[in-house]
């Protein structure tokens, strides 16, 4: 004999969208929600701020502020030289115009993100794979360190994050942010 058919209604749980999601939580740490009014209507909202890892390293002294900086010229470099894979559509389209030509400061943007990889040890390196995608990409350190690594190769944890300090470091000198130390 065939049983009887469970005809109880599950309930779907819905998602609290006052909250950010599953997803975006696995992606990194928030601050905690600041209460305020929304300008244009006065209606009570909530802020949340992403809370980046170059910040949360100076916030824990990992890092120093010149590395931060560092660290920060290099992220705005790598968004200006278009390489985070992001397309993007013109607004404005010029008649006969091709998009066949890059901007000079994309050039410029992008010739200084190669010096910069270059001066970590370039692409191949465990530094400059680290800056490529946790400053660059906004990868997490956990997150690189497990998927990406060095080589194709797992890192750990710790030996991650003192690869990004070490990258953030020669950044720093490459960027002129901290003097050079001639050897005695």
Do not use: Y
Not at 70 to 92: N, P, W
Not at 158 to 175: D, E, K, N
Request: glycine residues 10%.
């Amino acid at each position: 004999m065939a049983g009887k058919r469970n005809t109880a209604r599950r309930k779907v749980e819905r998602e609290d969208l006052s909250k950010p999601s599953k997803w975006r939580l696995q992606h990194g740490d928030f601050s905690a929600p600041v209460r305020g009014a929304d300008p244009e209507t006065g209606s009570p909202v909530e802020h949340r701020r992403a809370v980046d890892t170059l910040g949360t390293m100076l916030a824990n002294d990992t890092i120093t502020p010149q590395m931060h900086e560092a660290g920060s010229i290099f992220r705005t470099l790598f968004r200006s030289a278009a390489l985070d894979g992001i397309a993007t559509s013109q607004l404005i389209r010029l008649a006969g115009a091709t998009n066949d030509d890059m901007p000079n400061r994309q050039i410029d943007a992008r010739r200084r993100v190669a010096n910069a990889i270059d001066a970590l040890g370039g692409h191949d390196s465990p530094a400059g794979s680290c800056v490529w995608f946790v400053v660059g990409l906004e990868f997490s350190v956990r997150e690189w360190s497990q998927r990406q690594g060095w080589s194709g190769r797992p890192v750990h944890g710790p030996v991650a994050q003192g690869i990004l300090v070490g990258a953030l470091g020669t950044l720093a000198m490459h960027f002129g942010l901290t003097p050079q130390q001639r050897a005695a």
